[in-house]
């Protein structure tokens, strides 16, 4: 209990070391250019207490739970030995973190409201809601494919960057030919997906197969995934668009 005050506490401290360059430019920028006085200073004051306990909380829990967990689980589904189970794992894994992600589900309803309002989505909420919905199951199934093509690349070698540089073309490509008003949520999108609860359990997975796959080195073909989670759901939410006006 004492070890974990301690951890808590050091993490708390280097949240307020992290903290400190943006509440410096705020006040700088409303005390000093816009000359303003700060309302309601003790609140703020609170607030940024419970933003510095909750990120020290947070922290703390993704090295208790989340990155062991996603370790070893990957290190589990690779001594099994077992191909199908791991890209299933992955699939699932992806799909469902992402379902999950909160800057997600925002982000989709504000684009359903939206299309709304341009008339290409109907005025009632159950349409709304509809594509809100259809537009986040998207995202999450490129993230799932996303780590299915990451955990291949790990276990085949596959250089990276030839990878996202032919992603990034497809992107481009499809961009040409998707609705203008989509262009700019599909970008949005590959950014949402990468958010609190998926990037812990992604790096984890590609950490922990790295790890225990021969031959291969974790700093080098460890990470990544989150590149692909990134880049997919772009790709996707274009594709989502362009079959939408057919």
């Not at 700088?28 to 006085?37: A, D, E, G, H, Y």
């Not at 992806?94 to 005025?123: K, N, Q």
């Amino acid at each position: 209990m004492l070890a974990e005050i301690k951890a808590l506490s050091r993490l708390t401290l280097e949240t307020a070391r992290d903290l400190a360059p943006i509440v410096g430019v705020v006040a700088i920028f409303q005390l000093w250019v816009l000359r303003q006085p700060i309302d309601d200073l003790s609140m703020k004051i609170i607030g940024l207490l419970f933003v510095m306990a909750g990120l020290a909380v947070f922290i703390r829990g993704l090295e208790l739970a989340l990155f062991p967990l996603g370790e070893s689980l990957a290190d589990a589904f690779a001594n099994k030995g077992n191909l199908t189970w791991l890209l299933l794992f992955a699939f699932a894994l992806g799909f469902g973190t992402t379902v999950a992600e909160p800057a997600l589900i925002a982000v989709s309803g504000e684009a359903a409201r939206t299309m709304s309002d341009i008339g290409a989505v109907a005025a009632d909420e159950a349409a709304q809601n509809g594509y809100a919905d259809a537009l986040r199951y998207t995202v999450a199934a490129a993230v799932g494919t996303s780590l299915v093509i990451g955990v291949l690349r790990i276990l085949l070698g596959w250089p990276i960057q030839y990878l996202i540089i032919g992603g990034y073309v497809i992107v481009v490509v499809m961009t040409g030919f998707a609705p203008p008003e989509i262009v700019g949520i599909a970008y949005d999108s590959g950014g949402v997906t990468t958010s609190t609860v998926t990037v812990p359990l992604t790096t984890a997975l590609g950490v922990g197969l790295a790890s225990v796959i021969k031959g291969r080195n974790p700093m080098v073909d460890g990470f990544g995934l989150v590149a692909f989670a990134s880049l997919l759901p772009i790709i996707f939410v274009l594709g989502f668009g362009i079959v939408g006006t057919w």
